[in-house]
């Protein structure tokens, strides 16, 4: 069966130090990859998808960026964390192709606690 | 067009009564419609989802009802308990494109014992 996993579950980080937030997933090849971020009591804002190794779209503008340097590991990285980057990351996959009649879905991980002070 | 509007954003109901959620979309080359439930502090998980050819699918106290002419679908939760007591999310995508899914804003439901 299929597994995700992110780490941490809890960060405290200063404003103007860096991030790196890690996602991995086991029991798939070739996913595709998804970053979100949840604000207090809001929605999910899609930050960052990836369709295969090193191939990273962004649908935002901000002060975050993605990697992908294994078929399944996503991370989530900043050089210098703002105020407004506290949240609730989500990191998500799904397969590449759905299959007819069958539910697709993205599957999400537990998420990663972001509190910048 | 990309947009997925979702009302009402908070509901309270009562422990054994309806809720119901809205949701419209604008691109009409959406063919997928999942809704998803997230409950505090966890990622969301899929509930139950529905494609434009039926216009109801029904799972348990959860129904979907679509409405491709009005470009509207809605969750009812029959029989609510508190244990439903969590945020919703619709959400819509072109299948053919992938899982990348447009999500609605989202709505807390509150189910009160």
């Known amino acids: 069966s299929q597994t995700i996993h992110q780490w941490p579950a809890t960060l405290v980080q200063p404003v103007g130090s860096p991030l790196s937030l890690e996602c991995t997933v086991e029991?798939?090849?070739?996913?595709?990859l998804y970053w979100y971020r949840q604000a207090a009591g809001r929605g999910l804002q899609l930050l960052f998808y990836s369709v295969g190794i090193g191939q990273i779209s962004s649908e935002v503008p901000q002060n975050l960026s993605a990697s992908r340097p294994q078929d399944r590991q996503f991370i989530l990285s900043s050089k210098k964390l703002l105020l407004s980057d506290s949240g609730f990351y989500l990191c998500?996959?799904?397969?590449?192709?759905?299959?007819?009649?069958?539910?697709?879905?993205?599957?999400f991980g537990p998420g990663t606690r972001l509190t910048v002070l | 067009q990309q947009q997925v509007k979702q009302s009402p954003q908070s509901l309270i109901v009562q422990k054994g009564g309806i809720s119901i959620i809205n949701c419209a979309y604008e691109n009409t080359a959406f063919d997928y419609f999942p809704w998803y439930q997230q409950f505090p502090g966890k990622g969301p998980a899929l509930l139950i989802a529905?494609?434009?050819?039926?216009s109801e699918k029904k799972e348990g106290r959860f129904t979907i009802s679509f409405n491709k002419s009005a470009k509207q679908f809605s969750l009812h939760i029959m029989d609510s308990q508190p244990g439903d007591s969590a945020t919703y999310f619709c959400?819509?995508?072109?299948?053919?494109?992938?899982?990348?899914?447009?999500f609605g804003p989202g709505t807390r439901l509150s189910v009160l014992p």
């Open positions: 998500a996959w799904s397969v590449t192709a759905g299959v007819v009649g069958a539910y697709n879905e993205q599957f």
């Open positions: 529905i494609r434009p050819d039926v």
């Open positions: 029991g798939t090849s070739n996913p595709n």
């Open positions: 959400a819509a995508s072109i299948e053919s494109y992938g899982q990348n899914f447009v």
